[in-house]
């Protein structure tokens, strides 16, 4: 275990002060993106792409290549030596031992890079984790914010298209509450923001969800449920809100189209009539008048053509952006630039888990499909009742029974007892019969007694 | 769309002179293939491959590399993120937008890099479209032919095995007649060279076909009708000729053989008994004495081994050419030489034909494999009758009726009122049906009127 | 055929002294990985892996960055341009023609190396072929020993696992021997070391098998029969014998333990009830108390991950190492070090065998799957009775028949008569009717009229 490295799995992992520092960094390199060639020499990244992603493997590779550093580029590692039976944490091992001095890696299981930091002798970078985080792809969309609008506090984001199904969507969203955004969600029917990503922005960052007045969106938002979600106060919101019709939408300046994640779609989704589609016609919207048009590309049909000379249309200066936010990001890990600001001051540290109850249920997290050398962790989310996250990919860890290492007893997950449990001796189960099967005893039978 | 940047996309897009510069430059660099490193530090060149095609991919990489260049690699783009469905133009978008500074495109739809060269904002290089065209491999021969013979006009180069399918030859015809080269076709019975090709020979370069008299060339000739594709005047000829024998054939300068396109053939083609094979018996011939044995690789049983170490074997010298050929072409695209020539002046420019009636009825042309971002364009061939092809795969349009955009009239395309239509105006139908569709109105009827 | 350039297609092709000299050089450069960049740029090499391996390949392409040189890369030729049907040895031509200035060759049959170092240009890497060897890793197996061990001669070294299918295994024992390494054997029962790999350490190193007590051992030898291979002499021997145990196992210096290759098991394989495994209660044996741990990787389950923070295991060190060999390797091939060292003299050269009657029975060896370029090769092994092997494979060639090229007799591979026959004058036969079938006559017939 190293962790002497700095590593980007998430987006979390940077304070908001590095992360504006990245981008006064990633704008003097797209001055000159051919100007840097003398920051990286001698220095190698290698691309372990568990799945092939063109796109993102070729975007770093480019950042490598253009900070003067080489390339080692293991474009489809699944159909390769993984199918020889090695654990990912001896990969990175291996790689990180002398082949190269930084990892970017695109894996299909949640948690992927966490694990992979946990092992390696060099930075690793995540670029994707199954539908978890793509920390560099949330970086660019907001480095494109901060350029087009100068600030992303206070701006207004419209997000549109498929919030149910899109990782790029939620990291962002997270990612825009975090820097003070409003964001406006206007949904393709069906495909709204899940329960558990406005719950976060609730508890993390104090965001409401309310109801918004969508009128002046237009033809887009004409069957969409708008919602605002807003670090605002109530009563700062009652100057905005009209009537019953909720909180009005002003000028807009940014929209964010995201395609349909067919991929991801399941029997029970409801079955897309008209996905919502960008054109001149919906970008006549009075309040959309100068808003920035983005999109994660690819694009299908959800952005029309006629969209594309559009000056409003930054889609292709948003995916070019790519290229010197990641040479930020390689030069900082690789220690060729300094960050002038303070790192995050974590508050919500990582706890290990005791092995052999892995308390995550989440089928594709690494923690369940690699358990060779997993060692399960989980973060406190909330202490009353007891709330936990897996560390590795961030699902809710259920578990109505909390048990004490110490003290071999457990207890209800919102019993006052647990919470005087220490988070570094939490055990979770997800029912008594596990619990008494790994010899833990009730709390309550044992509390007759003192326990 | 950019114009600024040249492109290789056809050979016609090099005037001759042109490609002698280039050639002389190519000279330079073989002399010290590992000499030129500080030509091209921090520029990048992307092989975007929709098919596999190893060998040329690595042609162009270790041009770029040897140039001191960085090297993005996508070998099977149609595996990876071609199946998320983006579009070929919005790849090209994002690839040229910063993340390399030439883009190297194989691609298996004919016209592609036309296409992509619309899109691109840097130098988009032809490695390969469907069974178009592949300039840098004609280049390559070319640039064999003029190092081995020390010029290209006036020589005359026999063409034996499959004409009929292979890409290489046709391209390769087309460049000889340009350059001014006397073309004797020896093909594989069956296999001969397509009409279309000898028409298109007799209609840009006044090449017009002769019977040969192929004795001299001994057995290779045997069971081939063999043929003279000569820019010689009738007089010239008679010189030549030889009774009712045909043309002589007398001194070859190169023989160029090719392997049968097997993966082409349809069900129609003739089954070959025994294809053409070249072994120091058939180079035993008088007339190949000193000829030079070309081969574009790979090959399999038609050059036999024992010819290998035969000195008029060029065919590996040939492949080895192709790097400092790469060099000087991406040098050149890339700013980083200049060719001391005036560049072509073009006659025959493409002109968009209005959108939503593209005329072109090739199945695997680009402008109809991939319909979202294209506009169909065409390249008039003949003003009476009126013959135009397409702008993307130079398949020849078959449309008996042409209209007007101003008019809204259409015409029969062997008329004498559509020879008034300005090549800007045409709109091409394949039917009455169909223009009438389009609202057009038939001339004639109009014609009573005044239209 | 190219005889200037050193390639690497077996350990053999290097002298002791010039491995040794490697090894100080590999030991320069990973004291600072980044520090050598300046000693190869311009120069290419070309990975061409015919069967993927990721891990090999991003080793080999790690070196060649540090070294400051570029990579070609083609990870898998086998699904893309072999499918063309070219041969391997046209392949090789065209590469070392002028893209690559080193080949590193990756290919599932045996003597593909071999076969490729005779038509390129530039030096060749055997990066493995087939089941034959794999000599960089062997190289970085004993530089492992030699930087852990100061030595290697005289060493003691376990081998356990699969020692039966290991390709590893029998490249490293042979090497090993030719050190002068003590070897015991612990193998998985039912996976010893085949009978072919003693022989010739019989023949070649004069090296002994002898019952082993592996009761010092512990646990890991509990089911094994150990075998001690051993150069030592008899007398010397009966200094450590243990009555009628066998020679006593005291420390050791290494344990190097293989995966078992379940790829290769056949039909015929006893069934592995429990494979063997290394843990720390392994590990508590008395003389393995500060034996290096070896593994090749990827590991399975034979080395438990307890074992992964204990000092004495070396294994993640072991895979590291092999970038600095590999840069060794690449900078000698390419001139750019000097082995201060006399080359090996080679007794054992190589012979063509006439073309058109290949003698090597192997069905898996380069010159059976590829026979378009192939000129078959032996090397004798010995003079009586006549035993020769493949020069490609190294398999043994089954051939009870002798000829002579100048008589054109044959005779018994174990008669006199056999003896006489020069070496680069011989056929093998598999049967009279062979013999006879290519016009060659019995010997003893012969004998009595004088021949």
Redesign the interface.
Known sequence: MNSVHRHLVSIDDLSLAEIKSLFEHARTFATD???F?ALC????S?SLFYE????TR??F??AM??L?G??????D?R???AS???SLA??V???S?????VIVLRHASEGAARLASQYSAVPVVNAGDGSHEHPTQTLCDLYNLWIERGRIEGINVVLAGDLRYSRTIHSFVYALARFGANIVCVPQPGFELPAYVVQRLREEFAVEPVRADATRLGDLAQSSDAVYLTPQKPHQLSLFTDGGKGLAVGRVDALYMTRPQTERFTDQDVPIQKYQQLSRREMAADALRDAVVMHP????EEIQ?DMDEDPRSIY??Q??????IRMAILAFLLGRIALDAPPHEFDARLFPAPVGVNPCRNPTCISRTET??VRALYRLAARFPIRAHCGYCSHEIVAPLVGCTTTRHFHPHDSASARRIRPDHMVFFASEAEALAAQYEPAARVGATGG
Chains 1, 2, 3 share one sequence.
Request: glycine share 12%; charged share 25%; proline share 9%.
């Open positions: 993106l051919r100007g060639a020499p001698g220095l190698i290698a092939p992603s063109t796109r070729l975007s590779e480019s290549l253009r003067g080489g390339v080692l580029t293991a474009a590692m159909a390769t030596s020889k039976g090695e001896d990969t091992r291996v790689v031992g002398s082949y190269a001095d590309l690819p694009r299908r053509p292709f200066k995916a070019a952006r790519g290229v010197p060779r050398h």
